[in-house]
């Protein structure tokens, strides 16, 4: 169990983390969300004894880190910076932390063959590639065994082999009854690896809950409809004070029903309801589904306004990972992303 | 790279020691002697300048040999008569100083300028442990190493210069010149780590050091001649840690070998102690 409490950190001035507490619980995979700026990779060097926090404390099962006996077998880390030396071989990197764990050689080698290095082992690691380095960071979080696991944006730079590695190691680990704590700006692959949320922005903390919970709380939530009869149901709608947007027929919507009847988007008012007035009325309905918004609808929801750049505009060069509104539009599509 | 199955990662079956047992000193220093030895740009190139600075030791005792016009004649054959170990080590500490000041740098910065910091003191959070050990283990390795430097010099340079100046270990002063060579080269190897510490960029440190070691000697040279001066002359780091390799000093130094040397470690612990206390205030 991780306990972040009170925890406030600033750099020259300028706030990085304010008041921040929570608690990450074993057992499930927790999403650690944030625009970029808002303070993720300094909250995880707080809990982690690397920062010093001005104020507040973090314990891991209720301990400083620094106070922790062979930290690496309570607590595994993969930071987003890098952390190993180039001129030395993966082997060696993974020996000298071994060593100060006094765990056997014989460790390190079942670590390499693990995450798949056993052959480039005695290679430079300054000549591994992002995803090769990614492996080396998580064969030395894992090398104690630990309970804990914390990752700063593990899947950043990884393939989609690499990717669904990662995302099947936390949640194996999180079923073995272990806390997995994962930082991330990036709302899809959040959605579909936690179970938990904890959102931040500008150092603050915007929500704390299950991932689902997060998703349904968001007020966009809309229905999808399809009928022929468009124009009345419009109308029929917009009398009891909703609002129809219509949207484009997918012209067979690509699932073969080959119907061509008009497709509303209806807000303001419940699946049911949109039912209860077509029925009234007796017009046909083709289709009547709940859209549930995707992580990254509630994800924008939540940050609006903690955006550390402030949100993009379409001037500005793309070098800032913000999520910024050209991910936005996915809403009315039940993408990968939305957890049901 | 192919996926690896995802099968155990339980350290069950490699037989690792149940947790609880206090993590040793013994083992940090085990981690930091690993590290110094697993970068081959680091250790290797001071190994290479022991071999170096003991051939370049004989190459100048020959070149004295061969060019030997007795005692009435060159200055440097009177400096060689009066004081050979003048000539023996001379090569030893400036090149040997430069060597060791730029490895007990690069031991810390490297930390820093890749990152592997982070990892260490995840590993190892007791950041005045983690020191304590990094410091032990470079003195140690230092020490076999300048030792080594210090004596190989002094026999092959001494075996050169033979045919006509003898000098043995057994003569008066020079057994703790030599061996005080090889101190001194640590002591200055820990300074420049210490000084790594405070500033944590190679860059930085390596010139604040070399400046120490190259740069402050000259421009004491052109302090006035008063007794104020002389002093602050006699106790800079440098000036007072080369008293105790020298057999026949200049004039009537200030300090005696050992209290120069002394002055030197007096620098060295203070400088640490600052940068320890620093290393664990400071984020990493």
């Known amino acids: 169990m991780i306990e972040a409490r009170d925890l406030t950190k600033s750099f020259g001035g300028k706030v990085a983390v304010d008041h921040l507490s929570f608690v990450v619980q074993p057992g499930r995979v927790t999403g650690f969300l944030g625009p970029n700026g808002?303070?993720?990779?300094?909250?995880?060097?707080l809990i982690l004894g690397l920062d010093h926090p001005d104020s507040g404390n973090a314990t891991i099962d209720g301990q400083r880190y620094a106070d922790l006996v062979n930290p690496l077998r309570t607590v595994g880390a993969l930071l987003e910076a890098k952390s190993v030396h180039t001129g030395r071989s993966a082997r060696n990197h993974l020996l000298f932390l071994a060593q100060t764990q006094g765990l056997p050689a014989s460790r390190v080698d079942a670590m390499l063959d693990l995450v798949g290095l056993r052959d480039v082992a005695n290679r430079r690691a300054g000549s591994f590639s992002l995803g090769m380095s990614q492996r080396l960071g998580v064969a030395?979080?894992?090398?104690?065994?630990?309970?804990?696991?914390l990752l700063d944006e593990p899947v950043n730079g990884l393939d989609p082999e690499g990717v669904l590695w990662i995302r099947n190691l936390m949640k194996h680990l999180a079923s073995q009854g272990k806390t997995v704590m994962v930082s991330s700006h990036l709302m899809n692959e959040m959605a579909v690896t936690a179970d938990h949320l904890i959102v931040i922005g500008r150092g603050r903390l915007l929500a704390n809950a299950s991932t689902e919970e997060v998703i349904a709380r968001q007020s966009s939530q809309t229905v999808r409809v399809r009928t022929p009869d468009a124009d009345r149901l419009t109308a029929l709608i917009a009398a009891e004070g909703g609002r129809v947007v219509p949207t484009a027929n997918g012209n067979g919507d690509g699932n073969g029903s080959g119907d061509h009847a008009p497709v509303l988007t209806v807000s303001g008012m419940r699946a049911a309801r949109v039912g209860e007035i077509a029925a009234s009325a007796q017009i046909v309905l083709h289709e009547l589904t709940p859209q549930l918004g995707t992580l990254e609808d509630a994800f924008l929801e939540l940050t609006a306004g903690s955006l550390e750049f402030g949100h993009l505009g379409t001037e500005l060069p793309g070098e800032s990972a913000s999520p910024g509104p050209a991910t936005a539009g996915s809403a009315t599509q039940p993408t990968t992303g939305s957890a049901r | 790279m192919s996926a690896t199955p995802v099968t155990s990662y339980s350290a069950a079956d490699t037989g690792q020691p149940a947790q609880g047992r206090r993590a040793g000193f013994g083992r940090d220093m085990l981690a930091e002697w690993t590290k110094i030895r697993s970068v081959r740009s680091t250790l290797w190139t001071l190994i290479i300048a022991v071999v170096v600075i003991i051939?370049?030791?004989a190459l100048i005792s020959w070149v004295v040999v061969a060019n030997w016009n007795g005692p009435h004649a060159a200055a440097r054959d009177a400096r060689a008569i009066s004081d050979p170990t003048s000539i023996i080590y001379g090569v030893a500490i400036?090149?040997?100083?430069?060597?060791?000041?730029?490895?007990g740098v690069l031991v810390v910065t490297t930390e820093y300028s890749t990152g592997v910091i982070r990892a260490s003191l995840l590993a190892v959070p007791r950041r005045y442990t983690m020191l304590a050990a990094k410091v032990l283990v470079f003195t140690l390795l230092m020490l076999v190493l300048a030792e080594i430097m210090a004596f190989g010099s002094f026999f092959?340079?001494?075996?050169?210069?033979?045919?006509?100046?003898?000098v043995s270990l057994s003569d008066h002063d020079v057994l703790r010149a030599t061996f005080g060579a090889g101190l001194y080269l640590v002591a200055?190897?820990?300074f420049a780590l210490a000084i790594g510490v405070l500033i944590r960029h190679t860059a930085g440190a390596i010139s604040i050091a070399v400046g120490v070691a190259f740069v402050l000697p000259i421009l004491a040279g052109l302090l006035p001649d008063t007794s104020f001066f002389n002093h602050l002359n006699a106790y800079l780091p440098v000036q007072a840690g080369s008293q105790v390799y020298l057999v026949r000093p200049e004039g009537a130094p200030l300090l005696s070998s050992w209290q120069g040397l002394g002055v030197l470690c007096i620098y060295v612990v203070v400088l640490l102690g600052i940068g320890a206390y620093l290393f664990d205030r400071r984020d990493a």
């Open chain 1, 38 to 45: 808002a303070g993720k990779s300094t909250t995880m060097r």
């Open chain 1, 140 to 149: 030395a979080a894992l090398l104690g065994d630990p309970r804990i696991l």
């Open chain 2, 55 to 57: 051939g370049f030791t």
């Open chain 2, 94 to 103: 400036y090149l040997g100083q430069l060597a060791i000041a730029v490895l």
């Open chain 2, 156 to 166: 092959v340079g001494g075996a050169i210069l033979h045919s006509h100046v003898s």
């Open chain 2, 188 to 190: 200055f190897g820990l």
